[in-house]
């Protein structure tokens, strides 16, 4: 079992540059305004792969040490990103879907608040409560309220993308997870906080710019977020790949699509 040092994470926070960056962006045109941007993406990469990177590399070599077969590197797609190719005892197959290594994603744009602090457990944890030295850790992370609006605002965005431009990797996930929220009753508790979808859209409008997302229509009477028709098809076959990465009860396509559906209902009525 692996386990990170937390302090590698503490010690290498973007907060403070963060703030500088929303503090400037106010007073800047659009122009310069994607130049900020890109500078400090460039910035974020550096950061990551010649300092944050180091660090990290250094915890695992404790934990595992040199003889283990293991590879800590830059992500292909996203350069501010780090995957890690695990040792593992399972012999790989041909499922190009699920892949041996964990992807560690990095990013300076997004908003981190509000968040809160919450008990982890891993799966083997769950399973055998004996056989690990140390037991489930609290972590931080952003609020489940939040979480929600933004995938919300995700699969809005998702509905108005351009047929000129590609689905993303691996969409079918997030309309699993908005289903499983809803479930949750996680859709309600969002429901009586609308000041934090609004901060969402603004977040989302100034630092993932896309006209063609409509993030101002993501508000009662105006939110898209069942599928169309050509995003449908694509989803649900990704959805019949996807389903081998789901533990216990799989619920069905349109079992998820329907409770997406009634929440897009009930959302707009307000």
Not at 94 to 114: A, C, T
Not at 190 to 202: C, N, R
Request: charged share 30%.
């Amino acid at each position: 079992m692996l386990w990170i040092n937390p302090k590698i994470f503490r010690r290498h926070r973007f907060h403070n540059r963060q703030n500088y960056f929303c503090c400037r962006s106010n007073n800047l045109s659009g122009k310069k305004f994607e130049k900020l941007i890109e500078s400090n993406d460039a910035k974020a990469i550096d950061f990551v792969q010649n300092v944050f990177r180091k660090n990290l590399e250094k915890s695992i070599l404790q934990a595992l040490g040199s003889d283990q077969k293991w590879i800590l590197s830059q992500d292909n797609l996203e350069k501010k990103n780090l995957r890690f190719f695990y040792p593992s005892i399972v012999r790989a197959t041909d499922n190009f879907y699920v892949g041996q290594s964990v992807l560690i994603e990095i990013g300076i744009r997004g908003d981190i608040y509000p968040c809160e602090d919450t008990d982890v457990r891993s799966y083997v944890e769950a399973q055998f409560d004996n056989v690990l030295e140390e037991k489930h850790t609290k972590i931080k992370k952003l609020s489940t309220v939040r979480t929600f609006w933004e995938k919300i605002t995700l699969l809005h965005a998702e509905n108005n993308r351009p047929e000129t431009k590609l689905l993303g990797d691996r969409m079918s996930r997030h309309y699993y997870d908005v289903h499983k929220m809803i479930k949750a009753s996680i859709s309600d508790l969002a429901l009586k906080d609308m000041p934090l979808l609004s901060d969402v859209i603004i977040n989302k409008k100034r630092y993932f710019r896309a006209s063609w997302a409509k993030y101002e229509e993501a508000k009662p009477g105006t939110l898209k977020i069942i599928p169309n028709e050509t995003l449908m098809n694509s989803l649900e076959q990704d959805y019949e790949k996807m389903e081998q990465m789901i533990f216990g009860e799989i619920p069905g396509f349109l079992e998820i699509i329907n409770s997406i559906k009634e929440f897009e209902e009930k959302f707009n009525l307000q």
